[in-house]
């Protein structure tokens, strides 16, 4: 009997000690807004997280032009359209671009968790920097969005 209590508290002892763990779903959201010529941009980032790690990555970027400019737009969106094509060959990594009116809209989504991260680094080997062992640190990508203008917050 006193060994069976003994076991129950050195078990609630180490419970106590080491938790449980955190395994909730967190998110970071960022953000970046520039007005330029005229031109009004915007870059928002919403990247979900468990522990140390991303899970997720939305990202949706804007372009705002005056009327007069607005058909500057369709080169921009060939140029996107350009830059994402690889990267459209991968499951799980989708980007989306539309026009309506004078505002462009390019939305990418990635589900870290699934898509072929060697293969995003063969696409483009600056993943190589923030994907480590297939995964990505929320602080690695905390940092590069901070380099990249954008304020974020936990």
Do not use: F, P, R, W
């Amino acid at each position: 009997m006193k060994k069976g209590i003994l076991v129950s508290c050195l078990a609630l002892v180490v419970l106590t000690l080491t938790g449980c763990g955190d395994d909730s779903v967190k998110t970071m959201k960022c953000s970046s807004h520039l007005n330029q010529n005229g031109i009004k941009t915007e870059s928002k980032y919403e990247v979900t997280y468990k522990g140390k790690y991303v899970e997720t990555v939305k990202t949706v970027e804007t372009m705002e032009t005056d009327k007069d400019s607005a058909d500057a737009l369709e080169e921009v969106k060939k140029g996107i359209e350009a830059l994402y094509a690889d990267y459209a060959k991968l499951d799980h990594y989708d980007n989306e671009v539309k026009i309506e009116e004078n505002v462009l809209t390019s939305t990418t989504n990635i589900d870290y968790t699934k898509v072929d991260t060697d293969a995003m680094i063969k696409i483009n080997s600056a993943m190589g920097q923030i994907i480590k062992d297939g995964k990505v640190s929320i602080d690695d990508m905390k940092s590069l969005y901070e380099a990249a203008g954008a304020t974020c917050e936990k």
